[in-house]
């Protein structure tokens, strides 16, 4: 069964710039997150995505956003880049939450987004 | 918002050792706290998870325990191997918020 895959694996921008990254999600799965991996920094929540509608967002400027597909993939956008958005974007998946508790978020490899 | 807080940082032990990364959180609504393990170049994935309603939980040589009223959780790895090196990362869930909020991580390294 394919995994969690993203593109591109490397992007390079100059600021301004506008970035788009793609996920797809491992079949089955609903729900799609964004997460911002800053080097040698921990895990910062962006986006949650589930049905095709966002659930949830974390502290980012609008300059983010993102939406998913029919087909439960997502995209996320970054518009006016600035140097400090360079980091290892990373896409989980998970089943619907529908237990009650949560669930194990399976993990991309990221995308890497370096902006000049 | 749910804040999590993770040490040490960094930890190095020799193998055969014990390694135990602790994490905290401030949201009494949070019900489950995964552990994940990143590897250089590659994405965190799950290697366990403890739910609110249980104390401690083993798998092989990886334990979490859970303490609800202190609001505290720690990863126990025995017996490390070389391979058990990496970033680990603790997270607590609110379900109902929908995401899980991670600690900075632990730098991991395991000397042969």
């Known amino acids: 069964e394919a995994g969690v895959t993203q593109s591109p694996t490397h992007l390079i921008k100059t600021r301004g710039q506008q970035a788009t990254l793609r996920c797809s999600p491992i079949s089955g799965h609903t729900s799609v997150y964004w997460y911002q991996q800053a080097l040698g920094l921990g895990l910062q929540f962006l986006l949650w995505y589930d049905e095709g509608e966002e659930r949830n967002r974390g502290n980012f400027p609008p300059r983010f956003s993102g939406r998913q597909f029919p087909n439960y993939s997502s995209e996320l956008n970054v518009t006016a880049l600035e140097l400090e958005d360079s980091a290892l974007y990373l896409c989980?998946?998970?089943?619907?939450?529908?237990?009650?508790?949560?669930?194990?978020?399976?993990f991309g490899e990221g995308s890497r987004l370096t902006v000049l | 918002g749910e804040n999590v807080e993770q040490h040490p940082s960094t930890l190095s032990v020799q193998e055969g050792d014990s390694a135990v990364i602790k994490c905290t959180y401030s949201?009494?609504?949070?019900?489950?706290f995964p552990w994940y393990k990143q590897e250089l170049g590659k994405g965190p994935q799950l290697i366990i998870d403890i739910r609110s309603n249980v104390g401690e939980k083993k798998d092989q040589r990886i334990a979490v325990t859970l303490n609800k009223t202190a609001k505290h959780f720690s990863l126990h790895i025995t017996e490390t191997q070389p391979e058990d090196s990496a970033v680990y990362f603790c997270?607590?869930?609110?379900?109902?918020?929908?995401?899980?909020?991670f600690g900075d991580g632990t730098t991991l390294t395991v000397k042969p």
């Open positions: 949201d009494s609504a949070s019900n489950y």
């Open positions: 997270a607590a869930e609110n379900t109902n918020a929908g995401k899980s909020t």
């Open positions: 989980a998946s998970s089943l619907a939450k529908t237990s009650g508790f949560g669930g194990e978020l399976f």
